[in-house]
């Protein structure tokens, strides 16, 4: 029964991102799952119903870098994000972002320290072009293309 609770926990912290109780301070054992292998493997994919949803192309702009975003588009540390930071201020999966007609949103995903849009904290929020996203303290443009 210990080793269902020491699994159990393992998977709450991989799809949290956070530890969970003393899932941080348990020793790992051969039998027991890596938070790593338990991380999805396939991206998302956004599922049609008939009729093709219109949509822009929407990107991140990181420094000099661009990245086109995809529905379920995950950004923080972990394996499992399509956007990969080493900011250690940022959570394994820190934020969303999720199409919306035309639009797009960005979505906290409980993270510790918060996403800020334009320099307010937000759970949930609609995007504009150019708008300035905080996650830890890396800083990402929005862009409509």
Known sequence: MAGFRDLLARIIQVLTGKPHGG??????TPSAAKAEDLA???????ASFGESVQQSRACLRLGSQVILLQPGFLVGRGASCHLRLADPKVSRVHASFVPV?????????ASR????????RVKRALLRD?????LG???????ER
């Open 23 to 28: 899932a941080e301070n348990m020793q790992e």
């Open 40 to 46: 999805p493997t396939k991206r998302y994919e956004l």
């Open 101 to 109: 007609g035309r639009n797009w949103i960005v979505q906290d995903n």
């Open 113 to 120: 320290n918060g996403t800020f849009l334009n320099g307010r």
């Open 130 to 134: 150019g708008d300035t996203i905080r």
């Open 137 to 143: 303290q890396t800083v990402l443009t929005y862009e």
